[in-house]
Structure formats: C-alpha cells, structure tokens
C-alpha cells in the first residue's frame, strides 16, 4: 500500500525557535497534500491544503505566516513553524493524495514539545 | 452544533464482541463517508470508504450509511484485541481525495482480552 512518511517523528524545541516537518509520499506522487493538527483526545484539525507548486490554501484561522507550508515537488510537502510558542505543542500530521487512485493516506505524525 | 458528532467513549468490550461505532451529521452535502483506526500517536489508517446508503463489508468491518437519517455506523465483528484503537469517521461533501474532509472527534475502544 502507499506509504507517507514524516520527519521528524516527534522534536522538542525553545521558544521562539522554528521548526520544520517534512512530508514524503514513499511510493507514489503526491499531487496535493494537507496538513493537520490534533490536540490530545481531540480530532484532526485541517490547518492548510498544499498543491504542488502552488500556494497553499490555508484555513480559516490558521496565520500562514507562522505556519509556512512549501509543496516544491510530487513527493514532499514542508511545514515550518515559525517562532513556535508553547501553545504551538500539538501533534502535526499530513496526509497526501495519491492521484492514480484517488485516495487520502496519512503519515504517522510528528509530536512537537515547545518549552 | 458540530457538523459530525461521534461517541467519544471510551468503548470496553471483551474480545469476540460485536462493536457498534456510531457517528451522525448535520451536513446534508455530506456523500462520501470514511472510517479511519488510529493507534495511539500514529497517524490515521483508512479503513472503509463509503458513498451510497447501505452497507459495505471488508472483512470483519461493516460500513452502514442511512443518508435519510445522516447516520454512520461501523461494525466489527469477532474484535480482536489488536482492533483497540480510537477509531474516527470523516466525511466529505465531495468525492475524491483533493476535498477537504470533516471529522468526527474519534471513538476510543478497548477489546479486553
């Protein structure tokens, strides 16, 4: 099956620090990925749909430029958060369109710890 | 009132049971459904993807639609206690992998062996 992954898997960083997560589609191109965000017991929050080469379409109330999404190719998505603060700790997790078959996959998440 | 509302639980029930997971909406644009497992601190694993009322099985799984009722269920027939996970329904106004999908707050469910 179509496997994503993401890297890294889980960081713990200062405040005011910025941090990338990376986004692969292992086996298959990737044509538009989406990037969430989940809370401890709560669901997946749609933060930003990211279309590869294009801007990213960001949801309502989620700062584009402190969450900087990069789609440079059919295989890898970034997220970068900028000048990340403690309420920044979340649990980050995309998933990415596999275009021959129409379908959504996730990756396994990234835990982000800012002290 | 949320678009989709899902059982939180958490669900208990010994290995063997029949699981019932339930999820309703508000939205009636809402004709592609999804249920996803998702263990703790992984991401979300596909496990059935659904457009028309009725029923799909896969295995042990069953997928319900009733559209006139903007109800979904999920069944797991002979659980396991590997099936214990939070398992979360997602829908969609749109078909497709490119449209954005609305989830249900998940379902955390415990097979006791």
């Known amino acids: 099956g179509a496997v994503v992954s993401q890297h890294p898997s889980w960081v713990i960083c200062k405040s005011g620090t910025s941090v990338k997560i990376e986004c692969r589609s292992l086996d298959f191109q990737a044509t538009t990925m989406f990037w969430y965000r989940q809370f401890p017991k709560q669901s997946l929050m749609l933060m930003a749909t990211s279309n590869e080469g294009s801007k990213a379409t960001y949801e309502q109330g989620v700062e584009k430029d402190k969450f900087l999404i990069n789609h440079a190719s059919l295989t890898l998505s970034t997220l970068t958060v900028t000048s990340a603060h403690p309420e920044d700790s979340s649990f980050y ?14 990756g396994p998440g990234t835990r982000l710890t800012v002290l | 009132q949320k678009e989709v509302e899902q059982d939180p639980g958490p ?79 997602a829908m969609s106004a749109w078909g497709g992998a490119t449209n954005k999908l609305i989830f249900g707050t998940g379902t955390l469910l415990a097979v006791q062996p």
Request: glycine share 4%.
């Open chain 2, 11 to 89: 669900l208990s029930v010994p290995e063997g049971a029949i699981v019932s997971l339930n999820c309703t909406y508000s939205n009636s644009a809402f004709q592609y459904f999804m249920w996803y497992r998702q263990y703790s601190r992984k991401g979300p694993e596909l496990l059935m993807y659904t457009y028309s009322s009725g029923n799909k099985e896969d295995g042990r799984f069953t997928a319900q639609v009733d559209k006139s009722s903007k109800y979904i269920s999920l069944f797991i027939r002979d659980s396991q206690p590997s099936d214990s996970a939070t398992y979360l329904c």
């Open chain 1, 93 to 106: 997790i995309c998933s990415a369109r596999d275009r021959a078959t129409d379908t959504q996959y996730f």
